[in-house]
């Protein structure tokens, strides 16, 4: 699998996004799937399958604690693209169990209970999102974070034993906007209010000039911890 996926890495080396995700719904039609936090990459990856007619189904995640600009913006999106995308939801017995045992809020008590969140309401359900899949496809760009310098183009997932297609990943910030600009992509309405990463609202907050990109996010723990597992750190 290593010698495959190095291959494809060399092939799509400089390649455009759409000439990625266009080759991959074609290689692994059925087996293929986009999870979309409905952040700025993750539109523009909508905007590419939409125009491009690509047969690649897109799946979001709703935790119970988004955000309502985001929920707005997923309602606009699939107007717009003529498309539905699939939503997951966590387990509601898993959440009322966790809940009573540690609060509503447990996130700010500890990185352990924060992860246990994540995991009942982002990764169980993205487990099942995936199960049968090949391939996902994701929005992540290199230049993120600390936690995604070491993303390949197209990689192998440990975790989730699939191969994962990162179309977007040389992407810098100023391409990325300027597509989205050029393209007239809607986006999340937070991102003009000083939020360039968004997930769960106890979770997000804006950033102020200087930071981060992903400053916002789970501000309170230190920059190394801060994945939610969809996407598990690597050195
Ligand atoms: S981001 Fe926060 S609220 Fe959302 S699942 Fe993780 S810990 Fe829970």
Known sequence: MNEKIDQLNRRFAGAAPSEILSWS???YSGKITFSSSLGAEDQAITHILAMNNLDIPVFTLD???IFQETF????VTEEKYRI???VYFPDASRVEKMVGQNGINLFYDSVENRKLCCQIRKIEPLKRALH???VWVTGLRREQSVTRKGTGLIEWDPVHRLIKVNPLLNWTHDVLWEYIRKNNIPVNELHRKGYPSIGCIPCTRAIGPGEDTRAGRWWWELSQLKECGLHPYKK
């Open 25 to 27: 719904a074609t290689e």
């Open 63 to 65: 935790t119970g604690r």
């Open 72 to 75: 707005d913006l997923l309602h």
């Open 84 to 86: 539905r995308i699939a």
């Open 132 to 134: 049968g899949m090949s």
